[in-house]
């Protein structure tokens, strides 16, 4: 049976989710803006949540969780697009995991403009057709490890962000890249509900990780459009990082000469830096993060420096106190 392992089984919710979002919900229902079917938050419930807890039937398990056909460098299976499409993070809507999906149906992510602009020379605003177009697709099957301490392998498709930075020239002045996201409280509900987060939501790069080809652009998953509920239509993936640095619904890229402030360092600086690589090592302040779930897994796996990606992306670090620069 797929099930949480004891040790996960222990802790709370209030220990797995970030302390300003379980102090925000606490705030919530002291005004009964919360219903009881909300309690669970980090708690897996519905239907991914009973596959978790090893209520589902074990012969559902493999097409329900894993796709054995699409496999990481490491050979790890990826996750279904079922599971991969129906249990994430997306705060705009929700702070419910396997609400999201529902809430984002109706989503309208096309058309859409995406403008790249600041610190370069040829300042862009393109659509989504032109992306499409202008630079070939490809299916990069990288693993996502959450700050939470669950991960997933997921097959995207997309193109690396390098490929458009380069046709905008940045300047020399450039050393970092902002995110934007899309500022809609008609089509986010909490955008207008929960307004102590500083929306929208924002975060950044220093220039190098930004151009690194790891660094993708997704447009797609499972060679289909973006889900709504992934960040249709434009998102980051950073696999190295954890991932709220993969910034959903993207509509500005800028570059800039200070480095920008980000919706979570910005909330709590202490628990989420502005670099936020995986590093086993460095705990975050309420849990390790020595281990992980990888959904559809029983128990608990080691987690990997870099997220396993350490060959790529260690030089970017060198000299750097990988503890205090967190």
């Not at 930004?210 to 060679?223: E, F, I, K």
């Not at 992980?292 to 396993?308: A, D, K, Q, S, Y």
Request: contains cysteine.
């Amino acid at each position: 049976m797929i099930g949480l392992d004891k040790n996960m089984e222990k802790i709370r919710s209030s220990e797995i989710t970030p302390e300003h979002v379980y102090l925000s919900r606490r705030r919530l229902l002291r005004f009964g803006l919360l219903g009881a079917a909300s309690l669970g938050l980090t708690a897996c419930g519905g239907q991914i949540g009973e596959m978790l807890t090893g209520t589902a039937k074990e012969a559902d398990l493999a097409s329900d969780m894993f796709s054995p056909d699409k496999r990481d460098e490491l050979g790890d299976p990826a996750n279904s697009f079922r599971v991969i499409s129906n249990y994430n993070n997306y705060y705009e809507f929700t702070l419910d995991k396997e609400a999201v999906a529902r809430l984002a149906a109706n989503f309208k992510a096309e058309p859409w403009k995406v403008t790249v602009d600041g610190l370069v020379r040829n300042p862009r605003t393109y659509d989504l057709d032109d992306l499409r177009r202008k630079f070939d697709q490809e299916e990069r099957i990288y693993r996502l490890r959450c700050v939470e301490g669950w991960s997933m392998v997921i097959p995207w498709l997309g193109f690396p962000l390098a490929k458009l930075l380069r046709e905008v020239e940045p300047t020399s002045e450039a050393r970092y890249v902002r995110f934007v996201s899309l500022y809609d409280p008609d089509q986010y509900p909490n955008q207008r509900g929960l307004t102590f987060y500083p929306w929208p939501y924002t975060e950044g790069l220093r220039i190098d990780e930004a151009m690194h080809d790891l660094t993708l652009l997704v447009t797609g998953l499972y060679g289909k459009p973006l889900p709504n509920s992934n960040g249709a239509p434009l998102r980051l993936a950073v696999p190295w990082k954890y991932g709220f640095k993969s910034i959903k619904a993207i509509v500005k890229i800028e570059l800039v000469a200070e480095q920008p402030k980000t919706l979570w360092n910005t909330m709590a600086p202490h628990e989420y830096g502005f670099y936020s690589n995986v590093n086993p090592n460095r705990p975050h302040p309420r849990w390790s993060q020595a281990t992980e779930r990888r959904i559809g897994e029983p128990g608990r796996r080691p987690t990997l420096m870099f997220n396993g990606y350490a060959e790529q992306v260690a030089s970017l670090y060198a000299g750097m106190d990988l503890m205090a620069n967190y």
